[in-house]
């Protein structure tokens, strides 16, 4: 089983800064990455999927990068809305598409 | 517009049995395949099980299998996951989520909190 790993576990920062949150795959996934926000008390919302394409209704300030082992998901200017939970998941290999342990995004 | 509805948890004791349901609607359901996925109190995301669109590809995660069975009605557009022999660590808020099977879970519902305990 193919294991994800975010980095780093909690980040800290201030609204209006650019920041970047890394997931890393045991093993190739190719670009069968996604990405969810969870706000607190909410469910898990679709950002972003093969690797770099924003989900509908998702702003242009969240962007995701990578392929392969390596990917990035970057928010420019930071709104208060956004400090919240980050997971990756991979769906290259199926079951069971496995979800990383996640990034605290806090004030 | 997509909206899934779970419903069906609560508090039952080591051993017990307990069958979610989630209600669909906004888009055409039978056309879609869905999954569950939970949630352990304070701990990341866990895919359990999924359906395909006419309910004849079935598959469960190792934590659950020969416990749950997955099953869906797409006359009255709704999932279920009938669970049996449970453990304090299902304990977990469940979803049921659209997509999966080589493909990222594109909506969610809000999830509904199972409960292991004595």
């Known amino acids: 089983e193919i294991v994800m790993t975010q980095s780093p576990a909690t980040l800290s920062v201030s609204p209006g800064e650019r920041i970047t949150l890394s997931c890393r795959a045991s093993?190739?996934?190719?670009?069968?990455l996604a990405w969810y926000q969870q706000r607190p008390g909410q469910s898990p919302r679709l950002l972003i999927y093969s690797a770099s394409t924003r989900a509908i209704g998702v702003p242009a300030r969240f962007s995701g990068s990578g392929s392969g082992t390596e990917f990035t998901l970057a928010i420019s200017s930071l709104q208060s809305e956004d400090f919240a939970l980050y997971y990756c998941q991979e769906y290259n290999n199926w079951p069971p598409g496995t979800f990383g342990q996640g990034t605290q995004l806090d004030i | 517009e997509v909206h899934l509805e779970e419903s069906g948890g609560g508090l039952v004791q080591p051993g017990g049995s307990l069958r979610l349901s989630c209600a669909a609607s906004g888009f055409i359901f039978s056309s879609f395949e869905v999954n569950w996925v939970r949630q352990a109190p304070g701990k990341g995301l866990d895919w359990i099980a999924y359906?395909?669109?006419?309910?004849?590809?079935?598959y469960y995660a190792d934590s659950v299998k020969g416990r749950s069975t997955i099953s869906r009605d797409n006359a009255k557009n709704s999932l279920s996951l009938q669970m049996h022999s449970l453990r304090a660590d299902d304990t977990a808020v469940y979803y049921c989520?659209?997509?999966?099977?080589?493909?990222?879970?594109?909506?969610w519902g809000q999830g509904t909190l199972v409960t292991v305990s004595a």
């Open positions: 359906i395909n669109s006419d309910g004849s590809a079935i």
């Open positions: 989520a659209t997509g999966g099977y080589y493909a990222p879970f594109d909506y």
């Open positions: 093993q190739s996934v190719r670009t069968n």
